[in-house]
């Protein structure tokens, strides 16, 4: 069986679905027999959901408009170039 | 692990139908990252409307079990979910539009061009706030990236929609920029990576208290902002393998080329930054969870 750190070094590669059968399945054995790489998996898969969150949120406001100013100051800018 | 709420109770009516929503755009427009962060942001919103701890139970499922909300949004039932997709706001113009856009864009028309500024100005100036992490610098890639759309509109081919081609040289931009400004000042990430003993297994890592109140945390808008945060703590080299990979969707492979870098060097980063991520956010998510355990 392999062990945490050689889990480590693969599970990148293992949540993508990137490696061949035989590593996928090491890989998964290990999940299923080691609690601390099983919680360590989850966790790390709602740390990746929650960063896409913190970025993508279609329902939030627009912090993201822009100030009139520089929209004004772009078209001028392309005028001059 | 897969908490299935009754289809026929009101307030899940409400949801599913949110989630079923943020499905469909993720269908029409996102790739698959970003379809599962449709789907995540309708959790968040959830945590904001909702004072229900039923509701919140659902919403940590969905949030522990990631890209297998969709599969739940696939199994609500349809008769929730309206036929008209277009009460779905969208800020960038339809495929239609956008081709009208390009087409005056390379005739040289003025309004064309205020058009792209309007239209495409908050996700270019979303990008340039999330990769340079400053409002001057954000502002001068701005300019310059609408600049830089315009004098290269020629070289736009149409195998990608255009809304992901702005988004790639906005991208660049901010990377070019990032190149020429002084390195910031940055915090090692060695004690945040997993550790392991002489044989090789998980040993724990402490990770630092939380320091916001659970209401807090329980606002979705207060919950972003903490990622963010954390996000931007890390060293750049590793951030923008997460912004490109996590955030903006791109492969493997897309995000060497775009780094100038080798593949194995963005698995690498990219297991880093979130192993970092983890440990940042680990107080946070064992808050959440102990509330919701309640």
């Known amino acids: 069986m392999l062990t945490c750190k050689e889990f480590d070094e693969f599970m990148t590669d293992y949540l993508e679905g990137g490696l061949p059968v035989w590593q996928k399945y090491m890989c998964w054995l290990h999940v299923k027999m080691c609690r601390e790489c099983a919680y360590f998996v989850r966790q790390y898969r709602r740390v990746v959901a929650l960063g896409q969150s913190a970025f993508n949120s279609p329902d939030a406001p627009l912090p993201d408009s822009v100030p009139e100013e520089l929209v004004q100051a772009a078209i001028a800018h392309r005028n001059t170039k | ?294």
């Open chain 2, 1 to 294: 692990m897969l908490y299935r709420p009754s289809a026929t109770e009101a307030p899940f009516r409400q949801f599913s139908f949110i989630i079923k929503q943020s499905c469909q755009i993720g269908r029409k427009g996102y790739r698959a990252p970003n379809r599962t962060a449709c789907a995540h942001s309708v959790l968040l919103r959830l945590h904001r409307q909702s004072s229900d701890i039923e509701l919140i139970k659902f919403a940590r499922c969905l949030i522990g079990v990631g890209g297998n909300s969709m599969n739940l949004a696939h199994e609500l039932p349809n008769e929730s979910v309206p036929s008209d997709e277009s009460e779905v706001a969208c800020n960038v113009p339809t495929l239609d539009a956008e081709e009208k856009l390009v087409h005056s864009l390379r005739n040289g028309e003025d309004s064309g061009f205020e058009t792209l500024v309007r239209s495409y100005g908050p996700q270019v100036m979303a990008i340039a706030r999330r990769y340079l992490q400053s409002e001057a610098d954000a502002a001068d890639c701005f300019q310059d990236t609408f600049v830089a759309v315009f004098q290269s509109i020629d070289t736009y081919q149409q195998r990608s929609s255009f809304r992901h081609w702005m988004r790639g040289v906005t991208i660049n931009k901010c990377l070019m920029k990032l190149r020429k400004r002084k390195r910031r000042r940055e915090e090692s990430i060695e004690h945040m990576l997993p550790l392991f003993d002489d044989r090789g297994k998980r040993v724990e890592v402490a990770s630092p208290r939380q320091k916001a109140g659970i209401g807090e945390l329980l606002d979705a808008e207060h919950l972003r902002r903490v990622v963010r945060e954390n996000i931007n703590r890390l060293p750049d080299d590793y951030r923008l393998v997460l912004l490109l990979r996590d955030i903006d969707g791109y492969t493997t492979r897309e995000a060497a080329s775009i780094l100038g870098i080798k593949i194995s060097a963005v698995k690498t980063r990219l297991h880093r930054a979130r192993s970092a991520l983890k440990f940042m956010l680990e107080p946070v998510m064992e808050q959440i969870d102990s509330h919701v355990d309640v």
